[in-house]
């Protein structure tokens, strides 16, 4: 690895070429004719919309380098979807939304101050690497959020909640870190 490609290594973590798949529990089969996605909470235009919708909603494509909290990074992932911000532009939050909830299949939930989740780079992804996200990558939508381990970058997205209070998701009821930044190695704290 050369000098530049260090720096971009976090402390801990190992340098890897393939894209692993971990997840909790069993890949959801989803039907696209009935999926959604809903954000509601503080804002003042809460919205739903099917996936034809979604894939309406103004896009990007952003490079971003990935962490698992296992120990292996990958970098220069290539993501197309709709930036976290775009949904918030759309939304609206009100002052008081500290933070946003992310809900999931499964049960899944995870958890984000909002200024985390206003990043430059945080994406609800449908794209990977010029193809539609495979079942076990997240599809129809899942959220990267690059600056924080891949917990938080939730797969099978179904909802967003804008909240005043934290409300910490699957893994971080479970000792995980609620913060989960990986330049300072916080991959556990008190449940």
């Known amino acids: 690895m050369n000098e530049k490609n260090s720096k971009r290594l976090p402390p801990g973590q190992k340098l890897i070429e393939d894209f692993p798949v971990l997840h909790y529990g069993s890949v959801p089969k989803i039907d696209i004719n009935k999926w959604d996605f809903k954000v509601t ?4 235009n809460p919205i739903i919309l099917n996936y034809n919708e979604f894939l309406k909603l103004p896009s990007v494509e952003i490079k971003t380098d990935f962490h698992c909290v296992t120990g292996w990074s990958k970098f220069d992932l ?3 979807g709709v930036l976290f ?3 918030a532009e759309i939304v609206k939050p009100f002052s008081e939304a500290k933070y946003v909830i992310i809900y999931a299949e499964n049960d899944y939930t995870t958890n984000l101050p909002i200024e985390v989740a206003l990043d ?21 939508v899942r959220l990267v959020v690059p600056k924080r381990y891949a917990y938080k970058s939730a797969k099978w997205v179904r ?3 804008f909240s ?3 409300k910490p998701g699957f893994w971080e009821k479970r000792g995980y870190s609620n913060s989960a930044d990986p330049w300072k190695e916080e991959r556990y704290g008190i449940p």
């Open 159 to 161: 909802a967003v909640e």
């Open 164 to 166: 005043s209070q934290d």
């Open 41 to 44: 909470g503080l804002v003042k």
């Open 85 to 87: 911000k775009t949904i």
């Open 78 to 80: 290539i993501w197309k």
């Open 120 to 140: 430059d780079d945080v994406i609800f992804a449908y794209e990977y690497d010029g193809k539609p996200l495979t079942p076990e990558h997240g599809y129809p």
